[in-house]
């Protein structure tokens, strides 16, 4: 199983992450093969925070050379995305607990994602919809890297939700034909 939980995640990064150019810095730590892949066997949100917290300090530990970032998929807890929403909080509280808060940011994918003024089939949601419920933790001094070098960072957010309105339904369930 936890090939295939990554290797749907992988497939979705590329597709859709990197194919739709959605994180402008996502393509140069996949191809430089910086990204930590971690399904975390967690079935309790107890246990997903021990994992959480393990990747933080294995990423902290970590040359940015060698893993700039790590993707924690969680494929047996938090499926229901609210429960999922209501749980970040908790997840930041213990990055800002271990003392990372300045050092890593957490950024949160989920198959039912759902920004908080969109109905749940509007297409916008899909940039930060991945195949698993996923904890996305990057560093810091990387994200000021990659917007110092992409000046119009700020505006990815707004490109990203034209990008998906352009695309459709029709066209992103397109990407996945290939899958099938």
């Given at each position: ?26 393509k ?31 990423l ?16 047996y ?15 930041e ?35 930060n ?20 070098a ?31």
């Amino acid at each position: 199983m936890t090939d295939a939980v990554v290797d749907a995640t992988r497939t979705w990064l590329e597709k859709a992450v990197i194919g739709l150019n959605l994180c402008p810095f996502a393509k140069a730590v996949h191809v430089h093969q910086r990204i930590r892949y971690c399904v975390s066997e967690a079935q309790t949100t107890a246990d997903l925070l021990q994992d959480l917290s393990c990747e933080l300090h294995a990423l902290h530990a970590a040359d940015p050379k060698d893993c700039e970032t790590t993707l924690l998929i969680h494929p047996y807890v938090l499926t229901d995305f609210l429960e999922y929403s209501f749980f970040l909080p908790t997840a930041e509280a213990r990055a800002s607990k271990l003392g990372y808060a300045a050092e890593f940011q957490l950024a949160s994918f989920h198959p039912q994602y759902q920004f908080g003024d969109a109905e749940p089939d509007d297409i916008e949601n899909y940039t930060n919809r991945a195949p698993y419920p996923t904890l996305h933790l990057l560093r810091e001094s990387s994200i000021a890297r990659a917007v110092a070098a992409f000046p119009e960072a700020a505006d990815i957010y707004e490109k990203n939700m034209e990008t998906l309105r352009r695309l459709g339904h029709a066209g992103w369930r397109a990407l996945w034909l290939g899958d099938q």
